[in-house]
C-alpha cells in the first residue's frame, strides 16, 4: 500500500467579501481590509493601497476584530437610578435619552450657555464636536490635547507653522541621522517603524533621546538615557556647540527665518523687544546689498544678520544677535549642563559634532528648479539629510513649550526643516500662526459663540477674559495662567467645576474621556469630586452626560450614558479640517463607514450631536424654517460646507465627483470614498514638494486645494515677537496687564527666545526619583486592555526600576515596593531594567483596571497587578501658603505637567506577601455585566 500524503486545503476560503475603511485602534489612522464572512467580521489586514501604512498593520490594528466583539460594550442608553458611582441605571429608549438630555441643556442655552462644559477625548471629529459647541454658544469646549501634546502643538506652531506627528514627518527617502526626543510607542508607530526600516536598511544612523530604552530606542544605533524634564537643556547646548563651531547653515537663515529681523532694543520703550515694522507691518531687515532697510519679502533682499540700525535714536539689532548673545554663554557649554542632564560633556559634543557632519558634510542636492517667494529662482533643492522627531515625552513638562521651541532652532539653525532629507510638512501645514483663529469667549443666551473657542493668542488682546479680568473659560485657557493654551485644560476642567473656579457650571457633557481613571491626574480626587454634594445633599456638579461604547470606570460617574458604537459600525470623517492622514508628498483625508450593523442599541456619538442639535433648533444645524440641515453625521459629511466650496472631505467634490479640494456637494461622495478603499490622495507637485513655507509652487497649489485663500509664505520664527508681547506686559507696558502674583513668573518664562528653566519642585523635599508611565505599541486608549488579543501581550504593569534603584533598596524581580509622591503612595510589583536612567522609574500606561469596569472578572491582572501611577499624581501643585490654586501645567500653554512627577521608593515585601497592589477600591457595578471566562465565537462555516 503506497504513502497518502494528507489532504490540506491551501486555498481556503477566506471571505466573502473584503470592505476597505480605516482603523481606529490608535491615532495613526492607517488603511484596513476588513474580510468578511455571512455577514460578520472574519478578520483585519492592512491596505496596501493606503498612503499611511501601505498594508503594514500592528497587533492593535489586528486585534481590532476583539474590539468589535468586546464583551464591555455598551448595549443602550442609561439613566443612573441609584448615587453617583454606584453603577445603578436602568435601560431607556433613544427617544426618551435625547428628550432628557435636550431638557437639561436648552434652559442652559437659554439663560447661560457657558453653564455647560463640553469636553472630548480621543475623538477624531473636533472640527465637527467645535462647530456643535460653538452652536450651542458655550466658551467651554475642547478636546485633550491639553494633557497630552499642546506644547509640542503650540510650540511648532508659533516657531515654524507646524510640528511633528500629524503636522510632518522626516524625508525617509533621504535622510542619513534621525533623532527621536521622547517618543514612546504608540505615537504614529506604524510609519515610524516603517521609517526606521527603510533608513536603516540604507545604513542611516538613529539616535534615541529618552529616559527609556524601549520600543523605537531599542533599534536606535545610540541611546540617550537623559534626565527626565532636561531636554531642552541638552538641545540648547547643542545649540550652543554648533554656533560655537560656526557649524549652522547661515543662508537658510537669512533667507527663510526671522533671525536678520531687527528688534527694539530701547530698554524704556514699550516696543522693546518687539520688531522694526514697516507702513504695512511687515518685518525689517537690512539688505545686505544696499545697507538700507527693507521688508523681509522684497524682491531680490539680501538680509543682514549681522547689521544694527538705530531710528529715532533707538538702537535696533537682529535676532541673530541676540541668539548669538545667549547661546554663546558658557551656562549652555556640555560641561555646565552634563551633570544635570545625566549625559556626559564629551558624548554632548560628540552628538553636536555627528548633526554637524551630516549636515553639511553629507550635504547633496536634488537637481529641481524652484522659484521663491521673493520670486527668486533656484535652480536645485538642497539636501540636508538630518531628520528629528518629538512627541509627549519632552512636553508633558512644565517646561515643554520652551523645550519644544528649541528643538525647532536645533533643526532650523541646521538648515533641515522642509529640506531634502530633513523635516518636512504634511497638508494643510505649513501655515503661518496668524493663519489661524484667535480664541473666541463671548457668550450670550440662545445665541452662537462669536467664533471658535480655540486658536492661536497674538498678545494680551487676545486673551479670554471677562470684563472684570476674571477667566471666561472654566478651564482658565488663554488666561495670564497659562495665555498660549490652544487646546485647552482638559485635565483642569472637573477640578475648577468642583472648586467653582472661576464659577460653578451646570452639566458636564463629555466623550470618550475616562476621567475617573487613566485620563485624570489626582485620580482618587476626581472621583470623590464627581461625587460631592453641598450643604444641601445636591451634587456640587450637577449633571454628567457621557458617551462611550465601552463601560469604562467613567461610566458609573454619570447621570446619562449615550452608548456610542465601536468604529466599524459608524461613519467617521478624518477630514483636512481636523486631523488628516496627509503625507508630506500629498494632501490625504479618510472616512470610515458601517462596515457592520450594530446588534445593539447604540448610536454613533456624532449623528447624537446632530439628533440634539435637531431636537434644540441650533443654529448652523437648523434652516431658518425649523428643520433640520442634516439627519445624521453621514449627511453632515457630505453636506456641510465650512465655507463655499470647502467641506469635510477633499476628494470627489462637484456635481461628477471630478474637483478637488474645492468644489460642489456631491451627493455620492461617500460611495466614491469606499470605492476607493477609504481614503483620498492628492498628490503635490515635484516642484513644490520641499521648502513648502516660501515654495510658490507650493503655495499656488495650496490655494488651489482650498488649503487657504491665498499664498501665505512666511518667515520662521527662531524669536517668537507673540511670546515677547506677554512678557512685556508683565514688565508693566500695555493696557491690559497681569495680576501681581504672576507677574514674575511670565517675565522669567515667557521669554521670546528658547530657554530652559527648572520646573516647580514646591513639596518635593525627599521626593528625588523621577517618574514616568508611556504607552506600549500594543495599547492606546484604555480600551485597548480589555481586548482579548492585546490582553495577553500586557495583563499587567510592573514598575521598571533600574538597577541602581534596586540595589540600594534590596529589590529583586517580583518584589513588591511602596512608591510615594507629596500626593499618594501605590504599592506595585517591581522588575529590574538596565536600560534606563538610573534615577528613574517608570510602568506601562492604562493597563492598570478599577475592578468591575470593562467587563473583566474581579480577580483580572488588570485589577490586581496592574496599577496606575496616576494616583501620585494631582492637578495641583502642593500648596505654598500663598491661598493660591497652582495647577501643575506648563505656565504658558497649561499642558498637564504629567511627567515633572518624583517619587521616592521601598521595599514594601516579598512576591507572597502582598496579594493585590494598592490603592484598591471596591469593584464598580458595571451596566454590561462580566464577560465570559472564554471570549470565543464562530464566523462563517
Not at 549681522?306 to 535676532?319: A, N, P, R, Y
Not at 538642497?382 to 532652532?409: E, I
Not at 477600591?921 to 471570549?935: D, N, R, W
Request: with cysteine; aromatic share 10%.
Amino acid at each position: 500500500m503506497t504513502f497518502q500524503q494528507p489532504r490540506v486545503e491551501t486555498s481556503p476560503k477566506v471571505s466573502d467579501e473584503v470592505r476597505q475603511t480605516t482603523c481606529y485602534m490608535c491615532a495613526c489612522r492607517c488603511g484596513i481590509n476588513v474580510h468578511m464572512k455571512d455577514g460578520k467580521v472574519a478578520y483585519i489586514e492592512g491596505n496596501r493601497d493606503h498612503p499611511v501604512n501601505k498594508g503594514v498593520l500592528c497587533a492593535k490594528g489586528s486585534a481590532g476584530i476583539m474590539q468589535v466583539n468586546a464583551p464591555s460594550r455598551l448595549k443602550a442608553p442609561l439613566k443612573r437610578v441609584g448615587p453617583r458611582g454606584s453603577g445603578e441605571f436602568e435601560e431607556i429608549s433613544w427617544d426618551e435619552a435625547l428628550e432628557i438630555a435636550a431638557g437639561w441643556l436648552e434652559p442652559i442655552r437659554e439663560d447661560d450657555p457657558s453653564k455647560l462644559a463640553f469636553f472630548t477625548g480621543r475623538d477624531q471629529s473636533q472640527s465637527f464636536t467645535s462647530f456643535w459647541a460653538q452652536n450651542f454658544g458655550t466658551c467651554n469646549y475642547a478636546a485633550h490635547g491639553g494633557f497630552c501634546s499642546v506644547n509640542m502643538a503650540t510650540a511648532g506652531i508659533y516657531t515654524m507653522g507646524g510640528a511633528f506627528w500629524e503636522f510632518g514627518q522626516p524625508d525617509w527617502d533621504h535622510t542619513k541621522l534621525f533623532m527621536l526626543f521622547g517618543v514612546a510607542e504608540d505615537h504614529d508607530s506604524n510609519p515610524i517603524k516603517m521609517g526606521i526600516g527603510k533608513i536603516k536598511a540604507r545604513g542611516a544612523r538613529v539616535i534615541g533621546v529618552n529616559p527609556i530604552r524601549s520600543g523605537y530606542n531599542a533599534v536606535a544605533d545610540d541611546w540617550v538615557g537623559i534626565t527626565p524634564g532636561t531636554d531642552g537643556l541638552f538641545i540648547l547646548s547643542l545649540v550652543h556647540c554648533l554656533m560655537k563651531a560656526g557649524k549652522i547653515d547661515l543662508e537658510y537663515l537669512s533667507r527663510f527665518t526671522n533671525a536678520p529681523v531687527l528688534v527694539n532694543q530701547d530698554p524704556n520703550s514699550p516696543d522693546k523687544g518687539l520688531f522694526l515694522r514697516d507702513d504695512h507691518g511687515a518685518p525689517l531687515v537690512i539688505n545686505r546689498t544696499t545697507g538700507k532697510l527693507a521688508p523681509f519679502d522684497m524682491h531680490g533682499v539680501r538680509p543682514d544678520l549681522g547689521g544694527s540700525f538705530e531710528l529715532d535714536g533707538i538702537k535696533h539689532i537682529t535676532v541673530f544677535q541676540l541668539m548669538a548673545e545667549r547661546y554663546l554663554k558658557d551656562e549652555y557649554a556640555p560641561e555646565a549642563v552634563a551633570e544635570r542632564c545625566g549625559i556626559p560633556a564629551k558624548r554632548i559634543r560628540a552628538i553636536a559634532a555627528e548633526l554637524a557632519r551630516v549636515a553639511f558634510e553629507e550635504a547633496f542636492e536634488l537637481d529641481q528648479e524652484w522659484t521663491d517667494f521673493r520670486g527668486e529662482k533656484h535652480e536645485k533643492m538642497v539636501g540636508r539629510p538630518v531628520a528629528m522627531h518629538s512627541m509627549r515625552g519632552v512636553s508633558a513638562h512644565a517646561n515643554g513649550f520652551q523645550t519644544c521651541r528649541a528643538l525647532h532652532v536645533l533643526q532650523i539653525i541646521l538648515g533641515t526643516v522642509e529640506a531634502p532629507g530633513g523635516f518636512r510638512f504634511k497638508p494643510p501645514y505649513p501655515k503661518p500662526v496668524e493663519a489661524h483663529p484667535a480664541p473666541h469667549c463671548r457668550v450670550t443666551p440662545s445665541k452662537p459663540l462669536d467664533g471658535p473657542h480655540l486658536g492661536f493668542v497674538h498678545g494680551p488682546e487676545h486673551l479670554a477674559l471677562k470684563t472684570d479680568g476674571s477667566p471666561a473659560r472654566i478651564d482658565k485657557a488663554f488666561t495670564w495662567e497659562n495665555p498660549m493654551s490652544s487646546h485647552g485644560l482638559m485635565h483642569m476642567v472637573i477640578s475648577n467645576a468642583h472648586a467653582g473656579d472661576p464659577y460653578k457650571i451646570d452639566t458636564l457633557f463629555m466623550y470618550m474621556a475616562n476621567m475617573s481613571w487613566n485620563s485624570s491626574m489626582n485620580t482618587k480626587g476626581v472621583m470623590e469630586m464627581l461625587t460631592d454634594t453641598d450643604e444641601n445633599g445636591d451634587y456640587v456638579i450637577p449633571r454628567i452626560i457621557y458617551s462611550d461604547a465601552y463601560s469604562s470606570e467613567m461610566v458609573a460617574y454619570a447621570d446619562l450614558i449615550l452608548p456610542d458604537t465601536t468604529y466599524l459600525e459608524r461613519h467617521d470623517c478624518i477630514s483636512l479640517l481636523d486631523r488628516p492622514i496627509c503625507e508630506a508628498d500629498g494632501a490625504a483625508d479618510a472616512i470610515r463607514w458601517p462596515v457592520i450593523e450594530p446588534d445593539r442599541d447604540v448610536r454613533g456619538f456624532q449623528t447624537v450631536l446632530v439628533q440634539l442639535a435637531n431636537k434644540m433648533g441650533l443654529p448652523g444645524f437648523t434652516r431658518e424654517d425649523g428643520t433640520a440641515k442634516w439627519q445624521d453625521y453621514a449627511d453632515y459629511i457630505v453636506n456641510h460646507e465650512r465655507k463655499p466650496g470647502i467641506g469635510p472631505l477633499a476628494g470627489f467634490r462637484g456635481e461628477n465627483g471630478d474637483k478637488v479640494g474645492r468644489g460642489e456637494v456631491n451627493p455620492e461622495q461617500l460611495d466614491k470614498y469606499i470605492e476607493n478603499g477609504g481614503f483620498f490622495v492628492e498628490h503635490i507637485p515635484d516642484e513644490a514638494s520641499y521648502y513648502k513655507p516660501w515654495n510658490m509652487a507650493y503655495q499656488d497649489w495650496a490655494v488651489n486645494l482650498g488649503l487657504y485663500d491665498s499664498p501665505q509664505p512666511y518667515l520662521f520664527q527662531l524669536y517668537s515677537e507673540p511670546v515677547r508681547k506677554f512678557q512685556l506686559a508683565a514688565e508693566g507696558h500695555g493696557e491690559r496687564q497681569p495680576p501681581e502674583h504672576l507677574r514674575e513668573r511670565l517675565k522669567e518664562t515667557m521669554d521670546p527666545l528658547p530657554i530652559w528653566y527648572e520646573t516647580d519642585q514646591t513639596g518635593n523635599e525627599g521626593f528625588t526619583v523621577n517618574a514616568l508611565t508611556q504607552r506600549p505599541m500594543a495599547m492606546y486608549h484604555s480600551w485597548g486592555t480589555q481586548n482579548a488579543w492585546l490582553r495577553q501581550l500586557h495583563g499587567r504593569n510592573p514598575l521598571y526600576v533600574p538597577t541602581k534603584l534596586m540595589r540600594e533598596h534590596g529589590l529583586q524581580d517580583g518584589d513588591w515596593a511602596k512608591v510615594s509622591s507629596p500626593h499618594g503612595s501605590i504599592t506595585v510589583p517591581v522588575m529590574e531594567m538596565a536600560a534606563l536612567n538610573d534615577n528613574t522609574v517608570w510602568t506601562w500606561n492604562a493597563i492598570g483596571k478599577r475592578k468591575g469596569a470593562w467587563a473583566l472578572e474581579e480577580d483580572a491582572p488588570e485589577a490586581t497587578k496592574g496599577f496606575l501611577l496616576n494616583h501620585l499624581i494631582h492637578e495641583l501643585l502642593p500648596a505654598r501658603g500663598d491661598g493660591m490654586r497652582w495647577a501643575n501645567s506648563d505656565p504658558i500653554t497649561g499642558q498637564a505637567a504629567w511627567f515633572d512627577l518624583k517619587v521616592k521608593i521601598e521595599k514594601a515585601g516579598a512576591p507572597e506577601e502582598i496579594a493585590e497592589s494598592q490603592p484598591a477600591f471596591p469593584a464598580l457595578k458595571s451596566p454590561v455585566g462580566t464577560g465570559p471566562k472564554e471570549l470565543k465565537w464562530k464566523v462563517g462555516k
